[in-house]
């Protein structure tokens, strides 16, 4: 959520930076609310004032025994208070309204973003590796998963509907391996593992910016809960509504969860395999840091996520998202892009974003360092997929499939499926 007052104070370049993102937000429409908002905050103020005033002139006057005039005087405050009654409850729809439309407006981008409509305005910072080259045709992961029998796309329409998958034997397995190898991987580079609630409430969507903007996009109990799109929901707001110390500062967590997305948007994109479907598994990244050192912990963490990819020896490539290509709640964007011989082309697989102190300021959380300043100021928020794990074994599936049907399995990941060196149909 932006900052009235910034708005307010920078309405020029508020509306510059909603165009390069492509955002339909009416700024005059809320400087008008704010406008009224304040005027109802100052009429308020100054009937307090009045009515204090009158309530003093009340005990001189009953102390000089002018009762007549003290009852006119009593009068004069029940009006008084009559009025700021009815003036304070416009006052609270002013500030609900304010609110609401501060929580439809996205995230300013950074500086450092390029300026452009689509994905195709997204420019790219590295690659790393070198897309396998196959001496046959290799096959998309889902024709290999069934063949293998780790994939089965049937059965999950039979359980549940389209875009459900069910993972049999080494799919399962190398599931869990992959989930525990992240995980691993992230402890060893200071991340703090957590386990959290599948299910959130609204307040705590709300926070991260996933309500109200995005509703259709999640699937909602009959309790008024939610399935979590993503554990950033989570991980953000253990400390809404909290203080932190600069000093502990930053705090990097880590969880894996299953997550859930109804892709109300999304009709007719990625429709066949694991790539875009309504229930994943993904291993998370969320960091709190200060506003001066946000940026480099940006980069840390998609060092992070890349280093998961350089261990398995997946080839990918990293690209920042340009303006209109950003999240809501982004001021700046990598994408982390795993190359797919089904496609012939480079997927994301992580998406990294500085948050700013957007998230913060909707969740309440802020810090304090007493020694730099007084008070207390929003804490900045990171978050990344560290990674998709669907997407994660897919890749590993494609790129390390051999002429003969099988898979080779990753060194790094052999530890954690007994020594097991390949995948063969069975």
Not at 138 to 163: N, T, Y
Not at 369 to 378: A, L, Q
Request: aromatic fraction near 8%.
């Amino acid at each position: 959520m932006l900052d009235a007052r910034f708005v307010r104070d920078n309405a020029d370049e508020v509306r510059a930076a909603l165009s390069e993102r492509g955002a339909s937000w009416d700024v005059d429409a809320f400087l008008a609310l704010d406008a009224t908002r304040r005027e109802l905050i100052g009429a308020v103020e100054a009937l307090q004032a009045r009515r204090n005033e009158s309530s003093k002139t009340i005990g001189l006057l009953m102390k000089e025994g002018q009762r007549e005039d003290a009852d006119a005087a009593k009068d004069e405050v029940r009006r008084i208070n009559e009025e700021i009654g009815s003036l304070e409850s416009r006052m609270a729809e002013a500030d609900e309204q304010t609110r609401d439309m501060l929580l439809t407006v996205p995230n300013l981008p950074d500086k450092s973003v390029p300026c452009g409509i689509d994905e195709t305005d997204n420019v790219e910072v590295r690659r790393w590796g070198r897309p396998p080259e196959f001496s046959f045709e290799p096959k998309a992961h889902w024709d290999l998963g069934p063949e293998l029998g780790v994939i089965d796309f049937d059965r999950g329409v039979k359980l549940a509907k389209s875009r459900f998958v069910v993972l049999g034997r080494d799919g399962a397995r190398l599931t869990r391996a992959l989930i525990s190898f992240m995980l691993d991987t992230h402890a060893e580079r200071g991340y703090r593992e957590w386990w959290v609630p599948a299910l959130a409430n609204a307040e705590t969507l709300t926070a991260t910016g996933n309500l109200p903007k995005f509703e259709d996009d999640l699937f909602k109990t009959g309790e008024g809960l939610y399935l979590i799109p993503t554990a950033e929901v989570q991980l953000t707001n253990l400390h809404r509504d909290e203080v932190l110390e600069a000093s502990e500062l930053p705090f990097n967590y880590t969880a894996y969860t299953p997550c859930f997305r109804e892709e109300a948007g999304s009709a007719g994109r990625d429709t066949r395999g694991m790539i875009r479907v309504h229930q994943f598994d993904k291993v998370e990244l969320v960091k709190f840091s200060t506003p001066e050192t946000s940026m480099e912990a940006l980069e840390a963490m998609v060092a992070d996520a890349e280093h998961i990819l350089q261990q398995l020896g997946l080839a990918y490539r990293t690209v920042t998202l340009c303006t209109g290509d950003m999240g809501f709640a982004a001021a700046k964007t990598y994408d982390i892009e795993v190359w797919l011989p089904s496609y012939r082309d480079f997927k994301e697989i992580s998406s990294c974003s500085n948050c700013t102190d957007f998230q913060a300021r909707r969740a309440g959380i802020k810090y304090r360092s007493p020694g730099e300043f007084k008070g207390s100021r929003f804490v900045h928020t990171l978050n990344g997929s560290g990674l998709a794990v669907g997407r994660t074994l897919v890749a590993v599936l494609e790129n390390y499939q051999r002429a003969d049907g099988t898979v080779e399995v990753p060194e790094v990941l052999r530890p954690y499926l007994g020594g097991q060196t390949e995948i063969v149909a069975g």
